[in-house]
């Protein structure tokens, strides 16, 4: 069974920096994807960022060039550096993973593993 936990959500004011991490346990195999999704209230939950095994990015237009998506494939970790936080970027942000499939796409449907969610406020 996959499990994800994230860590690292706060309070920011607008054109600061966070940083959250997700342990991933639980999934085998040479082929994954590996995401970032936020849900903002009232909002559906929307694609921020995917990372394939081979390393192969796709991010949400507006949180290019702001955001970074990594992993750590010997700690089994996944990372979302965010820069030039602004107030619309405020959400629950979900880690998210499916295993064996060498497709990555930003739509939450793709994926069966999910996280618990951490809180990302920024102030303006």
């Known amino acids: 069974q996959v499990q994800l936990v994230e860590s690292g959500g706060g309070s920011v004011q607008a054109g600061g920096s966070l940083r959250l991490s997700c342990a991933a346990s639980g999934y085998t195999g040479s082929r994954y994807c590996l995401g970032w999704f936020r849900q903002a209230p009232g909002k559906e939950r929307e694609g921020v960022a995917t990372i394939a095994t081979d390393g192969a990015t796709t991010y949400k237009d507006s949180v290019k060039g702001r955001f970074t998506i990594s992993k750590d494939n010997a700690k089994n970790t996944l990372d979302l550096q965010m820069n030039s936080l602004q107030p619309e970027d405020t959400a629950m942000y979900y880690c998210?993973?499916?295993?064996?499939?060498?497709?990555?796409?930003?739509?939450?449907?793709?994926?069966?593993?999910w996280g618990q969610g951490t809180q990302v406020t920024v102030s303006s």
């Open positions: 998210a993973a499916v295993v064996s499939t060498r497709k990555c796409p930003l739509s939450r449907w793709f994926f069966p593993y």
